[in-house]
């Protein structure tokens, strides 16, 4: 072992003893909301793919099509020469999916959090930077080198009493569904508050693009929010991310936002199944219908058996076990009956709040989602 790896060896020993080691385990996607994984086939639960539009034919066409006529790669930044007329397509489509002037492609939604809210900054140093206390890690790196002025989670008044004490610039930055408890922000509330207070508003919809709002478009479509940002690699199937919002807000970023600058552009096959993807979801309504009737059965199911699962109103039901061995060992026991609900641990969340995050997909048998209550209400149920 060469010197600096006895750290890292320490290091992982640390994690170990916490019961916070992951490690990297192969799956193949299956129909059905199902995978292979160990020789099993396994109820998937814990991916975000919550209109099944990740095995889509449409997307895997467009996105085959796409790369033949334009090739595997773009060669370069957008800024340089990798900026394609398909990248300017597709971002026109999101802007007037999202209701914006316009839009801007990021390869991951960690990757545009982190570069879009540091630039952000940037544009005004001295500014006032308030959170929800459960935003996302990438949010968090984007304001790592600012201070920042966190309010409760989802309190609003809480809110609104940090603003009316500052002074200078303001950002309010927050999810409009988080992604551990699966529960919403009152987004227009938000946008009024921030309206009173000249605040800039940035809202995260990772979640909700595509399964909330009319027709699939977020729970910030037709408010006055700023900055709208989502993921394509959620309900939408794909990969990548974007930013939606006014027209100057886009041309700042393309000139001061590093994480775009320096990034090789997003790929034709990447571009092909976000395009397949936004012309599908307007239409998924009765795919949204079934995603909402299952999380309220579900969360119905496990609450009649003495389960309590915060303030869940989403497709994403937390099922909190506290500590971290305890939730391993129930995800390891679903697993043994066929049911994949990965245990998320700390730091993805906070400490004593260990849980199996359940993620639900339209495409999910009634019978399936039946089958999970049961299991975690006779393994943990009063």
């Known amino acids: 072992m060469k010197p600096f790896e006895s750290h890292l060896a320490a290091a992982l020993d640390r994690i170990d003893q916490r019961d916070e080691r992951r490690s990297l385990r192969a799956a193949t996607p299956q129909d059905g909301g199902r995978l292979l994984r160990d020789g099993a086939v396994l109820v998937d639960f814990s991916s975000n793919d919550y209109l ?3 095995r889509h ?3 895997a066409q467009r996105s085959a099509e796409w790369a033949l006529a334009h090739g595997a790669g773009s060669a370069a930044s957008r800024l340089v020469t990798g900026t394609q007329p398909l990248h300017l397509a597709v971002e026109e489509k999101i802007a007037r999916f999202k209701g914006k002037e316009a839009a801007l492609l990021f390869p991951s939604g960690w990757h545009c959090n982190a570069a879009v809210l540091a630039a952000l900054l940037r544009a005004a140093p001295g500014a006032a930077l308030f959170t929800d206390r459960l935003i996302h890690g990438s949010l968090h790196a984007g ?3 600012h201070r920042q002025i966190r309010f409760r989670h989802n309190d609003l008044g809480h809110l609104a009493e940090l603003l009316a004490r500052a002074e200078g610039p303001k950002i309010i930055v927050t999810e409009s569904v988080f992604s551990m408890d699966g529960d919403r922000a009152d987004v227009a509330a938000l946008a009024d508050l921030a309206r009173a207070h000249d605040a800039f508003l940035y809202v995260d919809e990772a979640h909700a693009t595509g399964v909330l709002g009319p027709q699939g478009r977020g729970l910030t479509h037709g408010l ?3 900055l709208v940002m989502g993921t394509f690699s959620k309900a939408l199937g794909c990969m990548g991310a974007y930013v939606a919002g006014s027209r100057l807000l886009i041309d700042y970023l393309v000139n001061a936002c590093g ?3 320096f990034s090789t552009a997003p790929s034709p096959a990447m571009l092909g199944a976000i395009d397949a993807a936004l012309d599908l979801v307007p239409d998924m309504e009765a795919e949204r219908a079934v995603l ?5 059965f579900f ?5 009649g058996a003495g389960i309590a699962t915060a303030d869940s109103s989403t497709q994403i039901v937390p099922v909190i076990v506290g500590d971290a061995g305890a939730a391993l060992a129930l995800a390891q026991d679903l697993g043994a009956q066929g049911m994949l609900a990965v245990a998320i641990r ?3 969340v906070p400490p004593g709040t260990s849980r199996l995050r359940v993620a639900l997909h339209a495409n999910h048998a009634r019978a399936d989602v039946a089958a999970l209550a049961q299991a975690i209400a006779a393994r943990i149920g009063r």
């Open 346 to 348: 700390p730091p993805t």
């Open 57 to 59: 034919p449409l997307l």
């Open 292 to 296: 909402a009737d299952h999380g309220a």
């Open 143 to 145: 304001a790592a080198a």
């Open 299 to 303: 969360r119905e199911s496990l609450q």
């Open 52 to 54: 099944g539009l990740s």
């Open 224 to 226: 006055d929010v700023d």
């Open 259 to 261: 994480g775009f600058i």
